[in-house]
């Protein structure tokens, strides 16, 4: 199956992935022939089959509700990780619209 | 003989027996990777100084009686996606190139505890993704058998660092066979665990229903020795099940393998493969046969399609693990002035991820959008229970299967690189196994007449490491495959 430039560009978009026009045109051919070799799938009666997740088996893993900032690590550290401004302990971002 | 050759029991007990001090076995590591890094580039990051200073805290504690185990004192890499506080670790991307961690992942935390000494980080395909570090954003590494050739991927440079003495031993991750492949192609051995047997906290994701951590060691009962520190449940990590976690090297000095049920997967002995691997993991099976083993052959009827599962279920989970990497909360900010957040997202992401990233992303976003989401992930995930039931089945009937870790020898640096599903098909012997989230011990079993190092896969049920490692450290005992060394 051949995808479209749109289908491309409207992929990037939900991926927020920004794309020049030479990659566009390269994951046009590259993700077809991916999407292609993966279809051997079709092949497989998966009738009344049900889809595995994970595999361990586990479901529903509780814990406490803990605050963890002195065992693992404390805001200003976890802050430092960012190059953006920092104001009253958050990030400052782009605005949104 | 430089002491960096040593396995981690004969350094641990050379440590004992004072013939060497943890520092000169740290210097030795040391001098190899300053010779030998030019030429490999295993490493991305070597913490001289702080391996120095651990050394000789170890050579104190071990003086004043405070031992810590086999693994105190022995100098160690790893992969560059283990969060290591304060020490840098990038996943060898540039979205992550300056992140330094506040935290420890809990197998670091743990190794930290058994008197690790960290050598260095070492390279990896970007954010493990690919069969050879060749998109690593730190370059590739080179093969130590010939270093126009890979290592393997994606925990190459763990491989790379241990099969060249740069280290003693060394950790990896395993996704679609990250340890596996790497450890055959240079000709050592690698343990990818049940999935959930070791924690992953701290550890920079991939694919969270198969990514799994492991050793990558220069004999099975290191690999055992590490096991023993690293394996169990973690509250930070809720895919760890609470089953108990034994001595691994309990069973490891048995003689023989008398009783032992071994598969043989038709599927995993096929044309087209190298005809020099299909004939050593033969030879390796004759010497499980002369040990005592039981051999036929079984079927795995879905093998064929676990690559398309793979590389559905792979990107699918790519794509949302690497969401988080928007150029906000760690990563460069994007340059170029952008307008609005969405802007900034588009340019802090073009900029940061390389192609493979880009590829698998965009793979996995399509795969998991509306409208797309049955006709691949949901079908990937049927697939993938058929793919389950087979090594369910199998295993019911031998205790374990054998089969070749990869098809061919390490390929040409280069050879795949245009081509991203010639790329993706080094893998088709390894996914399986993660797929099923069965373990398998990789173990080097022969050379091509070109000396290149030839691999072989022991599988196993669900949590049976102990029995896997049995196997292996049998197999070791009556061969000496990993005990080459590449002459570099």
Request: aromatic share 8%.
């Amino acid at each position: 199956m051949k995808l479209t430039k749109d289908q491309v560009k409207n992929v990037a978009r939900l991926a927020r992935l920004g794309l020049t026009e030479a990659e566009i045109e390269k994951f046009q051919t590259q993700l077809s022939g991916i999407l292609d070799y993966v279809e051997q799938l079709n092949e497989v009666n998966t009738d009344g089959v049900s889809p595995t997740a994970q595999v361990t088996g586990l479901v529903n893993i509780l814990r406490e509700d803990e605050i963890l900032s002195e065992k693992i690590a404390d805001p200003a550290e976890l802050l430092k990780c960012t190059n953006l401004p920092v104001e009253k302990n958050q990030i400052k971002v782009k605005n949104v619209f | 003989m430089s002491l960096a050759s040593l396995t981690i029991h004969e350094a641990a007990e050379g440590l004992r027996a004072k013939k060497f001090s943890s520092v000169e076995l740290t210097k030795a590591c040391l001098e190899r990777a300053k010779t030998l890094e030019p030429k490999l580039n295993s490493y991305v990051l070597i913490t001289d100084k702080l391996a120095l200073e651990k050394a000789k805290n170890a050579d104190n504690e071990l003086a004043k009686g405070d031992d810590r185990g086999a693994l105190h004192g022995i100098p160690m890499a790893l992969k560059d996606v283990f969060c290591t506080k304060g020490v840098r670790t990038t996943a060898c991307s540039n979205i992550l190139k300056d992140f330094v961690p506040p935290y420890d992942a809990t197998v670091v935390k743990k190794l930290k505890s058994a008197g690790m000494v960290l050598v260095g980080k070492t390279n990896t395909d970007e954010f493990t993704c690919g069969a050879s570090t060749e998109t690593s954003c730190f370059g590739t590494s080179h093969n130590p058998w010939d270093i126009t050739r890979t290592t393997g991927g994606s925990s190459g440079g763990s491989a790379a660092a241990v099969a060249a003495d740069e280290c003693i031993y060394a950790l990896g991750t395993d996704t679609g066979g990250s340890i596996r492949q790497p450890s055959a192609y240079c000709g050592i051995t690698g343990l990818k665990v049940t999935y959930g047997r070791v924690s992953r906290f701290g550890v920079i994701s991939m694919a969270s229903s198969l990514d799994t951590i492991g050793p990558i060691v220069k004999d099975a009962q290191d690999a055992a020795l590490i096991m023993n520190i690293i394996a169990g449940r973690d509250k930070f990590d809720s895919t760890t099940p609470d089953v108990a976690v034994p001595d691994y090297t309990k069973d490891l000095s048995a003689k023989d393998l008398k009783g032992l049920k071994v598969g043989l997967p038709k599927e995993y002995f096929i044309p087209g493969m190298d005809g020099e691997v299909e004939a050593s993991v033969r030879l390796a099976i004759e010497n499980l046969k002369k040990l005592g083993a039981q051999v036929k052959e079984i079927s795995l009827p879905h093998t064929k399609y676990g690559l398309g599962v793979y590389y559905i279920i792979c990107p699918s989970e790519v794509s949302a693990n690497m969401a988080r990497y928007d150029g906000v909360r760690y990563g460069p900010a994007a340059s170029g002035d952008p307008q609005d957040l969405y802007e900034y997202y588009l340019k802090a992401r073009e900029a940061g991820f390389g192609d493979e990233m880009k590829r698998r992303i965009m793979v996995g976003t399509y795969a998991l959008s509306s409208g797309y989401y049955d006709a691949y992930y949901l079908k990937a995930q049927k697939v993938r229970t058929l793919v389950c039931q087979d090594f369910e089945k199998a295993l019911n009937d031998v205790d374990v299967i054998v089969a070749p870790t990869t098809p061919a020898t390490a390929f040409k640096i280069g050879d795949n690189s245009a081509d991203p599903v010639k790329m993706y098909l080094e893998d088709v012997f390894t996914v399986c196994i993660n797929i099923a989230g069965v373990p398998a011990l990789a173990v080097p079993c022969g050379f091509s007449s070109k000396k290149l190092p030839i691999g072989m896969q022991i599988i196993g049920k669900q949590f049976a490491e102990p029995l896997i490692l049995k196997v292996g450290a049998v197999y070791q005992k009556n061969t000496d495959w990993h005990k080459q060394k590449p002459g570099i």
